[in-house]
C-alpha cells in the first residue's frame, strides 16, 4: 500500500467517434499476448465515453492510499502511487494538440468533473498526462497542462514531472 499521489490522464488511442466497451478495453489488456497484452489488471481506474458516461473499471476507495488491489497498469513506475482514468478516442494526435479536437464537449465536462471532485478528495495530488510520466508517449493526445490551467486547477496541483 502506497500514498495516492497522482492522477494521470490517458486516452485509448481510438479512432474519432470509435466507442468502446468496458469488456472491450479489459480484453485488449490481460487477454494472453498476441491477442491482449497478457496484464494482470487493466490500465485504468476509470473510463470516459464520448457521450461523457464515466464508467468505472477497478473499485477503489478515496481513503489516499493505493491498496494492492486498486493498482492499474497505467504508467511504468508510477502505478503503485497513481490513479488512471482514460478519454475514449485520442488516435492520431499529438500531446501538443488541442483539447477540443481530441475531447468531445461531453468528455469535457466529465474530465473536468472529474478532476474537480478528485482534487477535493485529494488536495495534495499532482495529475499530468501519461507523456509527462513516461517518455515516448504521446497520450492522452492533447497538452494536459494547457487543459487543467484552462479549467482552473490549481498550479500546485499540474505535474511537472
Same mark, same amino acid.
Given at each position: 500500500?502506497?500514498?495516492?499521489? *497522482?492522477?494521470?490522464?490517458?486516452?485509448?488511442?481510438?479512432?474519432? /467517434? $470509435?466507442?468502446?466497451?468496458?469488456?472491450?478495453?479489459?480484453?485488449?489488456?490481460?487477454?494472453?499476448?498476441?491477442? &491482449?497484452?497478457?496484464?494482470?489488471? %487493466? &490500465?485504468?481506474?476509470?473510463?470516459?465515453?464520448?457521450?461523457?458516461?464515466?464508467?468505472?473499471?477497478?473499485?477503489?476507495?478515496?481513503?489516499?492510499?493505493?491498496?494492492?488491489?486498486?493498482?492499474?497498469?497505467? @504508467? %511504468?513506475?508510477?502505478? &503503485?502511487? @497513481? $490513479?488512471?482514468? @482514460?478519454?475514449?478516442?485520442?488516435? /492520431?494526435?499529438? $500531446?501538443?494538440?488541442?483539447?477540443?479536437?481530441?475531447?468531445?464537449?461531453?468528455?469535457?465536462?466529465?474530465?473536468?468533473? *472529474?478532476?474537480?471532485?478528485?482534487?477535493?478528495?485529494?488536495?495534495?495530488?499532482?495529475?499530468?498526462?501519461?507523456?509527462?510520466?513516461?517518455? /515516448?508517449?504521446?497520450?492522452?493526445?492533447?497538452?494536459?497542462?494547457? *487543459?487543467?490551467?484552462?479549467?482552473?486547477?490549481?498550479?500546485?496541483?499540474? *505535474?511537472? &514531472?
Amino acid at each position: 500500500m502506497s500514498k495516492l499521489k *497522482y492522477l494521470i490522464i490517458h486516452c485509448l488511442d481510438t479512432p474519432k /467517434g $470509435r466507442e468502446v466497451s468496458k469488456e472491450e478495453l479489459i480484453s485488449w489488456h490481460t487477454s494472453p499476448k498476441p491477442k &491482449g497484452r497478457g496484464w494482470k489488471q %487493466v &490500465g485504468y481506474s476509470d473510463m470516459i465515453h464520448l457521450d461523457g458516461k464515466l464508467e468505472n473499471l477497478v473499485k477503489y476507495d478515496n481513503d489516499g492510499w493505493v491498496d494492492s488491489g486498486e493498482i492499474t497498469n497505467g @504508467a %511504468v513506475g508510477f502505478n &503503485g502511487e @497513481a $490513479r488512471h482514468v @482514460a478519454v475514449v478516442g485520442g488516435k /492520431g494526435f499529438k $500531446r501538443t494538440s488541442d483539447f477540443d479536437d481530441v475531447l468531445t464537449p461531453e468528455q469535457f465536462t466529465t474530465l473536468q468533473m *472529474y478532476i474537480k471532485t478528485f482534487l477535493m478528495h485529494h488536495e495534495d495530488c499532482e495529475i499530468g498526462g501519461h507523456y509527462q510520466f513516461n517518455d /515516448g508517449k504521446e497520450c492522452p493526445g492533447f497538452d494536459v497542462t494547457k *487543459y487543467l490551467k484552462f479549467v482552473n486547477v490549481p498550479q500546485k496541483n499540474i *505535474y511537472n &514531472g
